[in-house]
Each structure stands twice: as C-alpha cells, then as structure tokens.
C-alpha cells in the first residue's frame, strides 16, 4: 500500500501564490528560462542512445550517471528503470517523476538525430519521449542549484525521479508494473506525476484499458496445387479477422465508455504457391472499461473459433479425411487496465491551479500511458507533457521544438512544490 498525502491545508490558489514568491523556488523557475541551451544539448544527447523497447540499457546507463552527476543518489533496478533521489539516504514518501526510456524507433546514427536552422529537434523518439526524460534532468538541475527551495527545516517528503523501461507496445509497462508492485521503494510512493511528451494542454486523469493478442493458426502445409484442400491457415486468419472486425462498437448509447479494435500486424507464408504452415496476426483491443475489453475479448475468441471450424469443415469436404486440420491458438501479449483518477485528488487540484496562475489552458484526456498501473492500484497518478511541441510520434519523422519548454517545466515544477508542501511543513 502506497504512502498517502496529507490533503492540503489552505486554499490551492494561495498556496501557489505563496510558492512562486519564494526566493528558492523564484531561483529554480528562473533557471529553466535561463539554461535553455543546456537542457536543448542534454535532450539531444540522450536522443542519440538508441533506446528501442527491451532494450534500453545504454540508455538507462547514461541517465543514471547523469543522475550521479548532479549530485543525485542513483541506481537501476532488476527491470531497468533508473532510480534517483535529490537527498541522500531518503527514505520516502515519495513524490515519483517518471518519464519512459523506451521508443518506438531507434536511431541507427547519431546523425539521425538533426537540429534544423530553427531550433527544431528531428528524429526517432525527440518527443516521446525525449522531452520526458530531458525534463527529469532539467528538473534535477534545477533543484541542486537552489538549495533554498529545500528550506530550513527537514522534508518529510522527497522526490524520485524514475526513468522507467517498457512504456511502449509490447513492453507492456514491465517498468512500472515492477516499480509498484515488486520494488520496496514503490511501496513508499504517494503520487506518480508521469511526463509523457510535450504538449501542456492536456491532463491524463483516466487510463484507456488495453488488451493485446498474437492469434495464430498452423497446419501441415504444402503445394498450391497439388495439396488443394488441406486446412490453409492464411484463409482461417482471413476470416477470423473478417469476423471480428465486423463486430459492433457503435451501439453503445451516449455517455458509454469508449472502446476500439485494431489488426494491426499479419504476417504468414513463404511463397505464393505454397500453402502456408503457419498464420498470424496481433490484435490491439482498446476500452475505457475493462468490463468491455472483456467483452471484446470473448468477441475475439468467438471469431477464431468460427474461422477454425469452416476451415477445417472446408479441409474435410474436400479431401474426406481429417490429415489437413488447422489448430488454433490465441496467446495474451500484453494487458493494460483501464481506471480514472478520484476527481477531488491533491495532485489534479494543484495542476490546475497552477494552470491557471501560469495561464495554460488545459483539459483532462483519457490515453494509455505508465499512469495506467498506479491508478489501478488506486494510487494518485495524472500523465502530462513535459512542455515545448511535438508531432509525428511513433514514426520515422518525430520532431520537437523546445518552443515554450520553459513553461512546462515551470508546471512541472509548482506542482512538485504543492505535492510536498501538502506532506511537509516546508520545502
């Protein structure tokens, strides 16, 4: 069970009056205007490590010595995920930043990763999410550089910042399921605030579920010709696929959680005039209920049970014996559950309250993100983006552009202050 927050004291809006006019926290959200250029060098620098999913290694080595660099303790777990506290020997609650190692693509080069005439970031990963994992140094540097934000007294709370493995596809969130569920120091966490991005319009409050499967079917194969009629596998897969794309998602009356189904990898055979062995494909199954994605599951099922009985009655009637069945197999690849943050928890009320101080217009969102594991742990956990602009996530042509950065960090910062000062008497 997690570490919880005390609930705030006096009113959110003075209180974050009240901290942007301390000298120590003045100093830190000074200092994210004024080194621009240092964390624009320190994101492209951690955007040449390649840091594909299930492999994020390199990657997780050079955060952690950057950690070590600015004073931080630092260490990686037995999943990956880099670990670092401000205060040596804290022993929590925790207030935990994250941000995913992981991308989609990787760099082959370093030269893959480009800065235009503007200012622009290109490459694989620049934005989801090197703006994440850039915020977290940034933020750590500019805490150790006011040490006034600390105040006098002893904190009762600290900060964790945690550059985690497996955010994207089928790593599952193995970086965040292992930091809340396995590791002794995910146990004295109080609240996840994840980076995820650039964009500061938005305020993940609610996790969209989702369930991934490789569905298969294998049979004998042979010759185009001369094997006509045994179970082809290619055909059972096209049907099944047929059948459960044609399932309906419409009919859900207004107001209903939101679901979605998805082919979106197939793969199988050697030759065109080959019967193939084997198969397959991966099906993406998305809902804000997991009560639905059950359903959709069950659907799924439905369709490879109906596409391996008419194969395999095709087979029969064609070569009158049972030699050329198919078999079917349908293997879970990934779960993400879906749950919502309680609409009265601290951390929604300080962001927006900071919001309106810095006047950043923002609104909540539903998305599948690291926040997805606490929340359904009933841990407060919110996803936001770590400030600048960013586009073409997921593809070859990602870019960002620290255009605005300062004031995402400045957000990330003033909620950081609220979180602990709702814990500790002082910062």
């Given at each position: 069970?997690?570490?919880?927050?005390?609930?705030?004291?006096?009113?959110?809006?003075?209180?974050?009056?009240?901290?942007?006019?301390?000298?120590?926290?003045?100093?830190?959200?000074?200092?994210?205007?004024?080194?621009?250029?240092?964390?624009?060098?320190?994101?492209?620098?951690?955007?040449?490590?390649?840091?594909?999913?299930f492999?994020?290694?390199?990657?997780?080595?050079?955060?952690?010595?950057?950690?070590?660099?600015?004073?931080?303790?630092?260490?990686?777990?037995?999943?990956?995920?880099?670990?670092?506290?401000?205060?040596?020997?804290?022993?929590?609650?925790?207030?935990?930043?994250?941000?995913?190692?992981?991308?989609?693509?990787?760099?082959?080069?370093?030269?893959?990763?480009?800065?235009?005439?503007?200012?622009?970031?290109?490459?694989?990963?620049?934005?989801?999410?090197?703006?994440?994992?850039?915020?977290?140094l940034?933020?750590?540097k500019?805490?150790?550089?006011?040490?006034?934000?600390?105040?006098?007294?002893?904190?009762?709370?600290?900060?964790?910042?945690?550059?985690?493995?497996?955010?994207?596809?089928?790593g599952?969130?193995?970086?965040?399921?292992?930091?809340?569920?396995?590791?002794?120091i995910?146990?004295?966490?109080?609240?996840?605030?994840?980076?995820?991005?650039?964009?500061?319009?938005?305020?993940?409050?609610q996790?969209?579920?989702?369930?991934?499967?490789?569905?298969?079917?294998?049979?004998?194969?042979?010759?185009?010709?001369?094997d006509?009629?045994?179970?082809?596998?290619?055909?059972?897969?096209?049907?099944?696929?047929?059948?459960?794309?044609?399932?309906?998602?419409?009919?859900?009356?207004?107001?209903?959680?939101?679901?979605?189904?998805?082919?979106?990898?197939?793969?199988?055979?050697?030759?065109?005039?080959?019967?193939?062995?084997?198969?397959?494909?991966?099906?993406?199954?998305?809902?804000?209920?997991?009560?639905?994605?059950e359903?959709?599951?069950?659907?799924?099922?439905?369709?490879?049970?109906?596409?391996?009985?008419?194969?395999?009655?095709?087979?029969?009637?064609?070569?009158?014996?049972?030699?050329?069945?198919?078999?079917?197999?349908?293997?879970?690849?990934?779960?993400?559950?879906?749950?919502?943050?309680?609409?009265?928890?601290?951390?929604?009320?300080?962001?927006?309250?900071?919001?309106?101080?810095?006047?950043?217009?923002?609104?909540?969102?539903?998305?599948?993100?690291?926040?997805?594991?606490?929340?359904?742990?009933?841990?407060?956990?919110?996803?936001?983006?770590?400030?600048?602009?960013?586009?073409?996530?997921?593809?070859?042509?990602?870019?960002?552009?620290?255009?605005?950065?300062?004031?995402g960090?400045?957000r990330?910062l003033?909620?950081?202050?609220?979180?602990?000062?709702?814990?500790?008497?002082?910062?």
């Amino acid at each position: 069970m997690a570490a919880n927050l005390a609930p705030p004291s006096i009113p959110v809006d003075a209180i974050s009056q009240i901290l942007a006019s301390q000298r120590g926290l003045r100093e830190a959200l000074q200092w994210f205007t004024r080194e621009k250029l240092w964390i624009n060098d320190i994101h492209q620098q951690l955007c040449r490590i390649p840091a594909p999913t299930f492999l994020e290694q390199q990657r997780a080595e050079w955060m952690a010595a950057q950690f070590r660099s600015l004073g931080c303790d630092s260490q990686i777990d037995r999943a990956g995920n880099v670990l670092a506290t401000l205060n040596p020997g804290a022993s929590g609650p925790y207030i935990a930043v994250t941000a995913h190692l992981d991308t989609v693509f990787a760099p082959r080069l370093k030269d893959d990763i480009l800065v235009d005439p503007d200012g622009k970031i290109w490459g694989p990963g620049v934005s989801d999410n090197g703006a994440g994992l850039a915020a977290l140094l940034a933020l750590t540097k500019a805490l150790k550089s006011s040490p006034a934000l600390e105040g006098s007294e002893p904190a009762h709370a600290d900060i964790l910042f945690v550059a985690n493995v497996g955010e994207e596809g089928e790593g599952n969130l193995s970086g965040m399921r292992f930091l809340c569920k396995q590791s002794a120091i995910g146990r004295e966490i109080a609240t996840f605030l994840v980076l995820d991005g650039a964009a500061t319009e938005h305020i993940t409050v609610q996790a969209l579920g989702s369930r991934r499967f490789d569905i298969s079917f294998s049979g004998p194969g042979g010759h185009s010709w001369s094997d006509f009629g045994i179970g082809n596998p290619v055909h059972a897969l096209s049907r099944a696929v047929a059948f459960f794309a044609d399932t309906r998602l419409t009919d859900a009356p207004s107001g209903a959680p939101r679901s979605s189904i998805s082919v979106g990898i197939i793969e199988g055979g050697t030759s065109i005039n080959a019967i193939a062995a084997v198969a397959r494909a991966k099906v993406d199954i998305r809902s804000e209920s997991n009560e639905k994605m059950e359903e959709l599951v069950n659907a799924l099922h439905v369709a490879m049970e109906r596409a391996h009985e008419i194969e395999n009655q095709r087979s029969l009637e064609i070569q009158k014996s049972g030699a050329g069945k198919l078999t079917a197999k349908i293997k879970e690849i990934g779960s993400r559950p879906a749950a919502r943050l309680n609409e009265s928890s601290s951390i929604l009320t300080y962001i927006r309250a900071v919001d309106a101080h810095l006047g950043i217009r923002s609104h909540l969102d539903c998305a599948s993100t690291d926040a997805n594991i606490p929340l359904s742990l009933g841990i407060p956990a919110v996803s936001i983006g770590a400030g600048g602009q960013g586009g073409g996530a997921h593809t070859l042509q990602e870019w960002f552009s620290p255009e605005g950065r300062d004031l995402g960090l400045k957000r990330i910062l003033l909620t950081l202050a609220l979180l602990l000062r709702s814990q500790a008497p002082a910062l």
